[in-house]
């Protein structure tokens, strides 16, 4: 990996930053079968997936997006929306977990480990 | 909600797709999307940074605060979004009519806010601050003598350590480009809070320079320096007399919007804090409040 990603835990400078700590920090869910049978419905799917996409949710497993909150107040922001975006047909689900429960899951690839999606840092340097 | 702060210090490629800011990276090739929505302030501090109008357009409408900065990596530029608040208008006409003794008063407490917390970065050195708890205590209306500058004269002189004989100059020796550094950042804030509270940055309350396009960002920022002043002592602490910019300092001045900070006895972070600064600044202009809510360091 090229790319220098400097991520620090926040602290440090000047004081405590208990604001930012991994029972506030939410991660918002949204899972989703919506039917293709028609073409109106293939069409309605992608739109779906394009607004959630456009709310800044990223693809996690194929019909699994996922998106990092830095609050609580934020993740009900975002699952309004979401909630006002719904496809006409189909199955979405929309669920809503704190960072510590987030950093518990176990993901693999095959039979390995892998590491799970980073938190997102107030600071990021590129 | 604390928005992010994104700093890019390498050759990259920034664009946007679906409402995000694509970033990929020149030598890897990779690619990282964030949310336009939650980024704060946008730091460009790279020669081989190529960003696109689409991207530099979506970044304004949300109110990003977009610095750039020259090849010796100081800040040098600002950008904000021209209509940050719905109310704009009639927060302009309230600002541009405030009257001489409102704005006097408000200088007032400014400075008083300013030396006091001051006094408190002195305390947090272990240096004697009474006579700036003093001072602090009896500004004038307008600070018609000038406590600010005699303050000023006196903490400069003791708050680094006696190895660095200190001089506040804006090309100074270091620690002068820390500071520069983080009040840079603080202005940014500063502004592009100001900006989304309706009012416009370049209307001082009491700086009133000709060719200074953030006069008013400038004078609400003035309580909020010892803040970074507390973070380069930080960083002299760990460093010694070794003070070129490291990015382990930069990382360090960079985090100064996440601060928790103590505003109307409430913790918040610095961000936050400049929001209900500006809000404040804004019902006084109205007529409807008397008092800026100012941050007070312990």
Not at chain 1, 23 to 46: C, G, S
Request: hydrophobic residues 40%; contains cysteine; charged residues 20%.
């Amino acid at each position: 990996m090229n790319i220098r990603f400097l991520r620090s835990p926040i602290g440090g400078a000047g004081g405590g930053f208990e604001r930012l700590n991994a029972y506030r920090i939410m991660w918002v869910l949204v899972f989703f079968d919506l039917p293709t049978d028609t073409k109106k419905d293939r069409k309605n799917y992608a739109l779906f997936r394009k607004k959630i996409q456009a709310d800044g949710f990223q693809m996690f497993q194929f019909s699994i997006y996922l998106r990092h909150c830095s609050s609580r107040e934020n993740a009900d922001v975002h699952i309004k929306r979401v909630k006002s975006i719904l496809p006409p047909k189909g199955h979405v689900g929309i669920m809503c977990v704190t960072d510590k429960q987030f950093g518990m899951m176990e993901i693999f690839r095959g039979h390995e480990l892998v590491q799970n999606p980073d938190t997102v840092q107030q600071l990021e340097l590129f | 909600m604390i928005k992010r702060t994104l700093y890019f210090g390498n050759p990259a490629y920034l664009k946007t797709a679906n409402e995000q800011l694509v970033i990929e990276m020149h030598d890897s090739g990779e690619t990282k999307a964030a949310p336009i929505e939650d980024i704060g302030i946008l730091i460009l501090d790279h020669q081989q940074i190529t960003i696109t109008q689409a991207l530099l357009a979506k970044l304004l409408a949300n109110n990003t605060a977009v610095i750039t900065c020259d090849h010796t990596h100081h800040p040098t530029g600002l950008m904000l979004n021209l209509d940050g608040n719905t109310l704009q208008s009639q927060h302009f006409q309230a600002q541009l009519e405030a009257s001489a003794p409102l704005k006097k008063q408000l200088w007032q407490q400014t400075v008083a806010a300013k030396i006091q917390n001051q006094a408190a970065i002195l305390a947090i050195q272990r240096e004697e601050n009474k006579l700036l708890l003093n001072y602090a205590a009896n500004v004038k209306s307008g600070d018609s003598e000038n406590h600010e500058a005699q303050a000023a004269a006196y903490y400069w002189k003791r708050i680094f350590p006696d190895f660095l004989e200190f001089r506040r100059e804006r090309h100074g020796p270091p620690p002068n480009n820390l500071l520069n550094y983080g009040y840079a950042i603080l202005r940014a804030l500063v502004a592009r809070n100001l900006v989304a509270s309706g009012l416009l940055p370049t209307f001082g309350i009491h700086h009133r320079n000709q060719y200074n396009a953030y006069c008013l960002a400038d004078d609400i920022m003035e309580p909020y320096r010892p803040y970074v002043d507390k973070v380069v002592c930080h960083i002299i602490r760990g460093n010694g007399r070794f003070l070129e910019m490291t990015p382990t300092m930069k990382k360090d001045l960079l985090a100064i919007p996440a601060m928790d900070v103590i505003i109307d006895e409430q913790k918040s972070p610095l961000m936050n804090a400049v929001q209900r600064t500006t809000a404040s600044l804004v019902k006084c202009f109205e007529g409807k409040a008397r008092k800026l809510l100012y941050p007070v360091l312990q």
